[in-house]
């Protein structure tokens, strides 16, 4: 009896003992969070760009489609034998089928990692949209990334051009202060329609669990792939600050009529660009690339016109592959270490750098990277070449980060009991031995996240070769993560537009 009292006693006292800890130190890092938002908020506020008068001018371009949102796991419950969709290669991925689909599908979800995909199906297409729309929480958006990215400039205060052909309906989703080219669409125009399947962390779809909250993205789109708002778009006439080219992922794995088709409307593209005055500064904003022949597309006519650079994680992982071995890669890791990321970044910036510098001489009209932004689900990379005209980086990152809780959770108020803090407190700066660091001037350190001052800021050396090096600057901005996922549709355009509109 007596043993038993004493066991009840100091089994109840660890009890109590770890309940008091665990609100002890919940409420620790509630606070701890809230000092850091706190700080966040004020870097974001602490800027002096947008006057009433002075509104920077952006063009964003290219396209746009109405967006069909569905929960996957609501949708596609699926129940058979998933073993029969296994998949076979990463690169075995084009869609003609409804089972190409789940395997397609499937991959992606496994591994949290986003994807946008086309199927040259009509018939499947629209049996999948159908699906998706008898389920009562379908919901409709204008989509596309530049109508996201303009609508997100114009809400901090930009005047907008949107190069894109959309139908009059559409239209009506976009603020009035909003420019679009001028289009008259026919009578039988139809807006492309993407379909949207959204999962949180921990959704379950057969055996797979979700890492991560991420969407995978079908379509049948056959506007976009032609970039039929190329030719209505005049950029200096609209004399911008800032011109973004986006949406050109919509050009993957589509089956042109001849193969050079792709390779002329992006010559076009780079016509765009270069033909851009001098003074405006050109983003480009990266996408999940599955085919490599579009990625030496874009590294001959697209990146190297660009001051600037936005992608996510698998984006960066990718881009350094095709760089370094010519070869696609598809499945980097959904919540990278700080260390890796900023390796691959060098990597990226080093290896575009030196091309610049070995093609100049032929083309006047190259431009070099000189920002290059990356973001992911804990943190926000941002660099900064010192002799650029990139302004406030430190606000920038911050304001991104906030931006990427406030997109996620869907909400203006930062909640920071909703909020979970993924990055540690610290973080070397590469995960490379000094053996495979061929940069003398790079010696790793560890940076510390302090309380009250979120966003530490660096200055590095990099080498681009034997003679030549560049000075940059580097800011990290940890993301406070949305704890309940609510949309991961356009995350990454509003936060790449929100640590623009600071920069410029
Ligand atoms: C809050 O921040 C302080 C100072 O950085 C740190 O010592 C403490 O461990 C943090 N608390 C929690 C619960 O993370
Ligand atoms: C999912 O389940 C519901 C209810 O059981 C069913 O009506 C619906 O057709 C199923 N969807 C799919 C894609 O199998
Ligand atoms: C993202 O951008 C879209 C378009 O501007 C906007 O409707 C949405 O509210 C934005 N999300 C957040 C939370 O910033
Ligand atoms: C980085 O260099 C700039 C000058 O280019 C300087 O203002 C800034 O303080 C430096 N940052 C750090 C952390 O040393
Ligand atoms: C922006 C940038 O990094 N430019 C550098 C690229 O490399 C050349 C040659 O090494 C430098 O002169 C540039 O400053």
Redesign the pocket.
């Known amino acids: 009896m007596g043993t038993f009292f004493k066991y009840f006693a100091i089994a109840s006292f660890v009890a109590l003992f770890s309940i008091i800890f665990q609100a002890y130190?919940e409420s620790?890092?509630l606070q701890?969070i809230t000092f850091q938002l706190q700080a966040l908020v004020q870097l974001e506020s602490n800027h002096n760009i947008i006057s009433k008068d002075d509104k920077p001018r952006v063009v964003v371009a290219y396209g746009s489609c109405s967006d069909l949102t569905v929960r996957a796991v609501d949708v596609l419950n699926y129940t058979g034998n998933l073993k029969d969709f296994q998949v076979r290669d990463e690169s075995d991925d084009e869609i003609h089928t409804f089972e190409d689909f789940m395997r397609s599908f499937m991959y992606y979800f496994s591994k949290g990692a986003a994807a946008e995909r086309y199927t040259p199906n009509k018939e499947l297409f629209r049996n999948i949209v159908a699906i998706a729309k008898k389920h009562s929480s379908h919901r409709w958006d204008l989509g596309g990334n530049a109508p996201v990215m303009g609508k997100r400039f114009h809400l901090e205060g930009a005047q907008v051009l949107i190069a894109s052909t959309m139908s009059v309906k559409q239209r009506t989703h976009l603020d009035k202060g909003i420019d679009v080219v001028d289009f008259i669409p026919s009578e039988d125009f139809v807006d492309d329609i993407h379909l949207i399947f959204e999962y949180k962390t921990g959704d379950k779809f057969g055996d797979h669990l979700a890492p991560r909250a991420n969407r995978y993205i079908i379509h049948n789109d056959e506007n976009n792939p032609m970039i039929t708002s190329l030719e209505l778009l005049n950029v200096n006439k609209y004399n911008p600050k800032l011109f973004v080219v986006s949406g050109l992922q919509m050009l993957d794995n589509f089956p042109f009529k001849s193969p050079s088709v792709r390779k002329e409307r992006l010559q076009g593209v780079k016509k765009q660009m270069t033909e851009s005055h001098p003074d405006t500064l050109i983003h480009f904003e990266m996408a999940s690339f599955v085919e490599i022949e579009l990625m030496t597309d874009l590294l001959e006519n697209v990146i190297p016109y660009a001051d600037s650079l936005g992608m996510n994680e698998q984006e960066v992982d990718n881009l350094m592959h095709v760089l370094e071995t010519g070869k696609i890669s598809l499945s980097a890791d959904s919540n990278p270490r700080v260390a890796t990321t900023l390796d691959q970044m060098r990597k990226v910036f080093k290896i575009l750098n030196r091309s610049y510098y070995e093609h100049r001489k032929n083309d006047v009209k190259l431009r070099m990277i000189s920002r290059i932004h990356i973001h992911t689900l804990a943190f926000q990379l941002m660099m900064n070449v010192k002799a650029s005209n990139w302004k406030n980086i430190k606000n920038a990152a911050a304001k991104s980060s906030l931006t990427a809780h406030r997109h996620v959770c869907q909400t203006s108020y930062v909640n920071p009991e909703n909020t979970i803090l993924v990055l540690d407190?610290s973080f070397a700066t590469s995960a490379e031995t000094p053996a495979q660091n061929t940069d003398k001037d790079m010696r790793p350190k560890r940076i510390e996240i302090k309380?009250g001052d979120p966003v530490p800021c660096w200055n590095e050396t990099i080498s681009v070769d034997e003679i030549h090096s560049v000075d940059v600057e580097i800011c990290l901005s940890p993301v406070l993560v949305c704890r309940e996922a609510r949309k991961t549709v356009g995350a990454g355009d509003n936060i790449s537009a929100a640590g623009l509109i600071l920069q410029i």
């Open positions: 130190h620790g890092s701890n407190d309380l």
